[in-house]
């Protein structure tokens, strides 16, 4: 797998798969390209399909100081530039989601089209700006102790948490999640959970989009994406079952059909 100078990092990335339109793939917070394997797998026989990992995250590079979520957009750009992957469909989950929201209202002509998944346009309300600050100050201090139960639950749905037969699944992913590094993660934090909103904007998006959220999402909610998607002319919104905020990963089979009709609609003639 590669790496590549993009924006202002060294960005690693996945490229798998063959076909004549690219997937792009932009993952979450605390997680890395991996949360998409299921997608990845099942597009890959039709799509070109690269999946990054963001600074300070995977095996991409760690910043040497702070930045704010304008340098991930930049990177994300970056990447697009360099890998030759324009227009591409562009799924982006959380974070991944935030840049696409930019990308379709600032740089539309490198998308054909946009999934936005567990993530909302407008900014961190207060009061989970403040929840959010205490939790970096903890994994700061304390490590991932104090806040690694309360993290998995902002990830996970109920229904996943509790599912005996995905025990394994979730020790996979407390493994992963706690082999970050902390001060990486405290920047990267601190980048998007301090974002601006791009809410008023989004009635100038003209790529076509589907929004998606899980049923079970505490951490961005229903209402907040239902609420991007209706700000967006012509976009698709979608409530995934019995699934959190990973619903690439609780529930693959339903997002892998969301995904394969959508982009299926959005292929160039």
């Known amino acids: 797998m590669p790496d590549i100078e993009a924006g202002g990092a060294r960005l690693h990335y996945a490229d798998s798969g063959s076909g004549a339109e690219t997937v792009v793939m932009s993952h979450s917070y605390l997680l890395d390209h991996r949360h998409f394997a299921p997608q990845v797998e099942a597009l890959g026989g039709r799509y070109r399909v690269l999946a990054y990992d963001h600074r300070d995250h995977g095996a991409s590079a760690r910043s040497a100081g702070p930045y704010g979520v304008e340098d991930l957009y930049a990177d994300a750009v970056g990447f697009l530039e360099a890998t030759g992957a324009v227009p591409c469909h562009w799924v982006g989950l959380s974070t991944g989601g935030f840049l696409g929201l930019r990308l379709a209202i600032r740089r539309p002509e490198l998308l054909q089209s946009l999934v936005v998944m567990s993530a909302a346009a407008n900014p961190e309300p207060r009061h ?41 699944e979730r020790e996979t992913w407390r493994r992963r999640i706690t082999a970050n590094d902390r001060a990486a993660l405290v920047r990267f934090g601190r980048a998007i959970f301090g974002r601006e909103g791009v809410e008023p904007l989004l009635a100038g998006v003209r790529v076509p989009t589907l929004v998606m959220v899980g049923e079970e ?52 003639p």
């Open 128 to 168: 989970r700006r403040l929840k959010y600050s205490l939790m970096l100050t903890a994994l700061r201090w304390a490590g991932f102790g104090p806040v690694l139960g309360g993290g998995m639950k902002a990830l996970f749905g109920r229904s996943w948490l509790r599912d005996p037969e995905r025990a394994e």
């Open 217 to 268: 999402d505490g951490t961005v909610g229903v209402e907040r994406a239902r609420r991007t998607a209706a700000a967006i002319p012509g976009a698709r919104f979608e409530v995934v079952p019995r699934a959190g905020h990973l619903l690439t990963l609780e529930q693959p089979q339903a997002v892998n059909r969301l995904l394969d009709a959508f982009l299926a609609g959005a292929r160039a």
